[in-house]
């Protein structure tokens, strides 16, 4: 199986200054690692997802990277806001493609 | 955007008892997923099921949980013999293929209180 670690402590940044999350997982590379946005009693959202021969991704003000050496994967939002404040969770699919591993989120707390 | 929609937003059941749950993927999706999260915990992989069947499931996934697709719309997730630690928020999500390179959508949860 896979075992996915990111920072269980929150983070607190100020507003307009850069937020970056941290995914480290143990066993085998996947083929593909997603990010998701979790706001408090609802459901995850997806926000990137970047394949293993990639080695950066961008939408808007969302960066994602992966070092498949490090095994791990930065998430990066610039230019962050209030509204960004909230659980950022890394997921990963099983060898076979038919399981899916979710870390256990780091919370973002930007302050205006 | 079509979303998937999942009922009950909350359920509350004795234990021992019976509870089916209920989630509507998205119409064009073909693959569909039950996750749960007890309160403060992470995301847990519980079942995958595509063309009728289950892909794969998690050590959770005991011989108390069943899905099924009865007809073209519906994805159930069925606990037989209710437990007090099945009490969490249960997730469906569904997703166009069953590779990584497809997100997956979730739907916002049945939150399952055991008394």
């Known amino acids: 199986s896979q075992k996915i670690e990111q920072n269980s402590e929150a983070l607190n940044i100020q507003e307009g200054k850069t937020a970056t999350l941290t995914c480290n997982y143990t066993n085998y590379s996947p083929a593909y690692l997603q990010w998701y946005r979790q706001d408090p009693g609802r459901g995850p959202v997806f926000l990137l997802l970047?394949?293993?021969?990639?080695k950066e991704k961008r939408k808007e003000r969302l960066k994602v990277t992966f070092d498949t050496t490090l095994k791990q994967s930065l998430f990066h939002i610039t230019a962050s806001q209030p509204a960004d404040s909230a659980t950022y969770l890394c997921a990963l699919q099983s060898y076979d493609f038919n399981k899916f591993y979710f870390g256990s989120g780091t919370k973002l707390n930007v302050k205006p | 955007e079509p979303e998937v929609t999942q009922t009950p937003s909350h359920q509350v059941t004795q234990m021992g008892q019976e509870v089916i749950l209920r989630c509507v993927p998205i119409s064009n999706h073909l693959y569909f997923y039950w996750y749960r999260q007890i309160l403060g915990q992470k995301v847990e992989f519980l079942v995958s099921?595509?063309?009728?069947?289950?892909?794969?499931k998690s050590e959770i996934f005991d011989d108390q949980f069943s899905v099924e697709r009865p007809d073209g719309s519906n994805f159930t997730l069925k606990i037989r013999s209710t437990k007090l630690e099945d009490s969490a928020m249960y997730f469906c999500?569904?997703?166009?293929?069953?590779?990584?390179?497809?997100?997956?959508?979730f739907g916002d949860g049945t939150r399952l209180s055991i008394l």
């Open positions: 099921f595509y063309n009728n069947e289950i892909s794969e």
């Open positions: 970047i394949r293993e021969n990639e």
């Open positions: 999500a569904s997703s166009e293929e069953g590779t990584g390179n497809q997100p997956q959508h």
